[in-house]
């Protein structure tokens, strides 16, 4: 496999992987996203604790479950930041930060949360010492972007893991980055940040006209999403004709081949079919809920698994919608989306499952259903800030 091929599939960029192959001791942060992609079992962040130069022991793996309630103190320090942001700063490493969020971007969905929040903190914390300090006109524009989409990539962390109150600390304090530099693309994907805030909050009119107001003006990229977040809100209250339309203009906007940029994740046509297929369960058609889902299987990479665990939640909804339902198909697709890899599930992936499990509230005798009760609880611990 290739430095390039490896740097995207795990999030790092690609000089610290050449580095750690030509003997550099890589970083705690770069052996977790290893050991996860290998499927090694900690083994290298092990060996990098013992093996750390600077003679301070062993560090505490990154990859445990237990680093992420920092994601609340954190969310604190960005309630009282967003009272004193300063535009000056000196930063000699810009340009070093701008390529991290890049591979930030690139392996969002790929890469396990807890490493994600390790790496995407370390650099936060940085971007706010230079925002103390003072820069001259472009590199404070620079760093203020850093900040904000930092800023946003927390608030991101925090809602898949079912945190909404630190999520809307983070984006009042991305918005106040975005604010002062006007950036397209921070500002869209901060607006369907508070939109999927709102609706898995169920305030589906909130939801809906959050994104509508985005989306006109909405760089490109940002666009199909934004359709498509309206669109579920409208579908959520029935609103048959409007859900058309938001879905229409989702499906014009699609960018298959769009490569990621900092800020909201690419739209492809698989994201396309799971969002139809969600609008479809909303409006209580179970047909089209199924081709539609099981499209959306079909297309969606196997590595993003909230998208892919949604396409395989709206074929368990559309088993349960119509005159026969399918409670063993409808649970076989909700293991389906559950069972991914440690630090890849998500709050929005475990309260859809619960959906589900309500549906099959007339089958709840039935062993396979009671099972999928228990896998929801558990799954339910194993979010992000939730363990024992």
């Keep these: 496999m290739s430095q390039d091929v490896l740097s995207r599939r795990i999030g790092f960029h690609r000089t610290r992987i050449s580095k750690a192959e030509n003997g550099e001791l890589p970083s705690a942060e770069l052996c977790a996203a ?9 083994e290298l962040a092990t060996w990098q604790a013992r093996l750390d130069a600077s003679g301070n022991g062993p560090r505490e793996d990154p990859t445990d479950r237990r680093k992420l309630v920092q994601l609340a103190a954190l969310s604190a320090l960005a309630f009282e930041t967003t009272n004193r942001i300063d535009t000056s700063a000196t930063a000699p490493t810009l340009g ?6 890049t591979d930030i971007a ?27 300090n003072r820069l001259n006109v472009t590199d404070s524009q620079r760093a203020t972007l850093l900040g904000g989409q930092l800023a946003y990539y927390l608030g991101r962390l925090a809602f898949t893991g079912g945190h909404y109150r630190d999520a809307r600390r983070f984006a009042d304090l991305s918005d106040r980055y975005a604010a ?3 950036d397209g693309m921070l500002l869209g994907s901060l607006a369907a940040l508070r939109s999927s805030i709102s609706y898995y909050t169920q305030r589906w009119d909130e939801a809906a006209s959050t994104a509508a107001r985005a989306r006109r003006d909405a ?62 369960v909303g409006l209580r058609d179970g047909a089209e809920a199924r081709a539609q889902a099981r499209r959306a299987v079909e297309l969606t990479d196997p590595h993003t698994h909230e998208e892919r665990g949604h396409a395989y939640l709206c074929l368990a909804s559309g088993h349960l919608l119509g005159d026969r339902p399918d409670p ?27 959906r589900v ?11 396979d259903v009671r099972g999928l009760d228990a896998l929801v609880h558990r799954s339910r611990l194993s979010l992000p800030g939730n363990a024992p």
């Design 96 to 101: 070093e930060l701008e390529d991290d969020v």
């Design 219 to 280: 760089p490109p990229y940002l666009a199909a999403r934004l359709a498509a977040y309206e669109a579920r809100g409208h579908a959520r209250l029935g609103r048959d004709h409007e859900t058309a339309d938001a879905l229409a203009d989702m499906n014009a906007a699609v960018e298959a081949s769009a490569a990621p940029q900092p800020g909201s994740s690419p739209f492809t046509a698989g994201s396309a079919a799971m969002f139809a297929a969600v609008c479809a």
């Design 106 to 132: 690139a392996g969002f969905d790929t890469t396990p949360r807890p490493v994600l929040i390790a790496e995407i903190a370390r650099r936060w914390h940085q971007v706010e010492a230079m925002l103390d």
């Design 180 to 182: 002062q530099i006007g």
């Design 357 to 367: 499990v309500r549906d099959l509230g007339p089958w709840a005798s039935d062993p």
């Design 34 to 42: 290893l050991d996860s992609y290998w499927q090694t079992g900690g």
């Design 328 to 354: 063993a198909a409808a649970v076989a697709a909700s293991r389906a989306a559950v069972c991914v890899p440690e630090g890849h599930l998500s709050a929005t992936v475990v309260a859809a499952v619960s």
